[in-house]
Nanobody, 123 residues
């Protein structure tokens, strides 16, 4: 059984930085496209960034230039480095795994999800 466990969320001031981690167990990370999504109350879950098992990175327009996704297959860990944080980045951030080799933006293509970690950016 595949499990994803996120860590690294918290409270930060505007302009600050946070680094999220997601450890995958059950199958080798290299076999999955990995992504970070986020969700706020009453809104759809949206892609932040994805890194494909076949290569390539897909980053949301709102995150470009500020957030970076990376993966360490040897450690079975995916990271999301978030810089220049804004209050509108406040959300629950979820790690997700997909068997699609491309870094797809569609949440329905992701088979496994973590429990989520809260990120709060104060003004």
């Amino acid at each position: 059984q595949v499990q994803l466990v996120e860590s690294g969320g918290g409270l930060v001031h505007t302009g600050g930085s946070l680094s999220l981690s997601c450890v995958v167990s059950g199958r080798p990370l290299r076999t999955y496209t990995m992504a970070w999504f986020r969700q706020t109350s009453g809104k759809e879950r949206e892609l932040v960034a994805a890194t494909g098992s076949g290569g390539g990175v897909n980053t949301a327009r709102s995150a470009k230039g500020r957030f970076a996704i990376s993966r360490d297959n040897a450690r079975n860990t995916v990271y999301l480095q978030m810089n220049s944080l804004k209050p509108e980045d406040t959300a629950v951030y979820y790690c997700a795994a997909s068997g699609n080799p491309s870094p797809t933006m569609y949440s329905y293509e992701y088979d496994y999800w973590g429990q989520g970690t809260q990120v709060t950016v104060s003004a």
